[in-house]
């Protein structure tokens, strides 16, 4: 202990101070308490302070100068320690003392406040009850006129709404209507365009292939067939009966036809003229070529040839046996006269057109100039399709069309270039497309009786 410049002597309790403290009122006294004691040792003219902590307390003091001073400080200190003792001691029971008289008041107080509180959950209780059964009757009544008000409010509102959007739905139904319409017929109207040049383009396809398949077919015909007579037997009758008026007309001087239809021709019927009505193409000396429509319907006893100069009574007509009037289902019939027509510079028979292949050009009705055009546009709400027995064809000029009055083809490869390709079946002055019958599809029924086998 004196080896060192300094000695160190540490006051130690039995037990510590600290631990007998129990709440922050007692650690105050506590902690004032020893502040006290560091300012009284302090004015005891100790120079070094000591340093104070929850640990035990520790005194620094010079030992080769102060020893005895600093023991007798300690006993000092020691002294004081145990009058703090005995303070706190005192303090504890006080505090101990004032804690159970606080706690005792406090238990009566809370006792005194539970009494109150259940006094209060009673009033509370049967005042919400009263309350609960007023409200509800109040909310209950005031319900029910809400409801009825607001049953009425509805209603009306209901009907004003109603008749708003029935307007509302009505005129938008309306404008749909209108652009859907307007939408339907331009894309129809587009659609009617891109298909009928399609179709036309398809058809001038076919129709330059089927050209070349048949002009082959001819050569090799022609190749085959070295004498007239086998060449004959391979032609049929419309074909011949072609090459028998072009034989005819240059026996009789003419040296060139013009593009008037000379072959063009009306009815009478009991001494009266229906050529307002009826017109029919000479095919033959004793035939003529007309819609069955005009025979079904008329009684015909005398035809007017020649610009109505030349008369010739009836013989007999025939009508195509699957003739119908509705729907117009092959149009067609022929009128045989008593007599033989003669052979004129401005009267005579046209040829039929025998090719399975549509004219490209040169389309004629009477002085007017004929343009086949796609089915579509021929199609309404009452035609939906056209036969294979029927073209669409349309003027280039605007005209009226008359029944059986026909349509002809000038072909400038033969001499008689007139040759029939069809025959109106509808009386129309509308300047639209309209519908003929092909007389190519029934040159089987021509032919049996304008040029039977036997005649051959």
């Known amino acids: 202990m004196r080896s060192a410049s300094y000695t160190i002597y ?27 004691l560091l300012q009284a040792a302090s004015t005891e003219g100790s120079n070094q302070e000591p340093s104070l902590d929850d640990v035990p307390l520790s005194i620094y003091v010079d030992a080769s100068k102060e020893i005895d001073y600093f023991i007798s400080l300690a006993k000092s200190i020691d002294e004081k320690q145990r009058i703090l003792e005995e303070a706190l001691a005192r303090l504890s029971a006080e505090v101990k003392a004032t804690e159970e008289r606080w706690n005792e008041r406090l238990s009566a107080e809370v006792k005194e406040t539970q009494r109150l509180n259940e006094r209060m959950s009673a009033v509370v209780k049967a005042t919400e009850e009263r309350w609960n059964e007023s409200v509800s009757a109040e909310v209950k009544a005031t319900e029910e006129r809400w409801n009825e008000r607001m049953s009425v409010v509805v209603k009306a509102t209901e009907e004003r709404w109603n008749e708003r959007m029935s307007a509302v739905v009505k005129a938008t139904e309306e404008r749909w209507n209108e652009r859907m319409s307007v939408a339907v017929k331009a894309t129809e109207e587009r659609w009617n365009k891109r298909l009928s040049a399609e179709v036309k383009a398809t058809e001038e396809r076919w129709t330059e292939k089927m050209s070349i398949l048949e002009n082959k077919f001819k050569n090799l015909s022609n190749q085959l067939t070295k004498s007239p007579d086998i060449a004959t037997l391979h032609k ?142 021929c199609l309404n709400k009452h035609t939906t399709q056209l036969l294979p027995n029927q073209m669409c064809v349309k003027s280039l000029t605007h005209n009226c069309r008359q029944k059986g009055e026909p349509i002809f083809v000038l072909n400038e490869e033969t001499f008689s270039k007139h040759q029939l390709v069809g025959i109106i079946g509808k009386r129309s002055c509308i300047d639209e497309p309209y519908v003929i019958t092909n007389v190519f599809a029934y040159l089987d029924f021509i032919e049996s009786i304008v040029w039977p086998k036997k005649e051959n």
């Open 10 to 36: 540490k006051l130690r309790t039995a037990k510590p101070i600290w631990l007998k403290i129990e709440n922050c009122e007692k650690k105050m006294v506590f902690i004032a308490l020893i502040v006290a």
């Open 236 to 377: 049929r009758p419309a074909e011949l009966a072609c090459e028998k008026i072009t034989s005819k007309l240059q026996s009789i001087g003419v040296t060139s036809i013009t593009d008037v239809a000379v072959h063009l021709g009306a009815f009478t019927e009991g001494g009266f003229k229906l050529w307002e009505l009826c017109y029919f193409a000479l095919i033959d000396t004793r035939f003529v070529l007309t819609a069955a429509d005009c025979l079904s319907s008329h009684n015909v006893t005398t035809l007017e040839l020649n610009l109505y100069i030349v008369l010739k009574k009836v013989k007999a007509i025939h009508i195509h046996p699957e003739f119908s009037i509705n729907p117009a289902l092959n149009n067609i019939g022929l009128i045989e006269m008593n007599s033989e027509v003669e052979y004129t510079f401005d009267l005579y028979p046209a040829c039929m057109y025998t090719s399975a292949f549509n004219p490209k050009s040169g389309l004629m009705e009477r002085g007017t100039k004929v343009q086949i055009v796609a089915d579509s546009e």
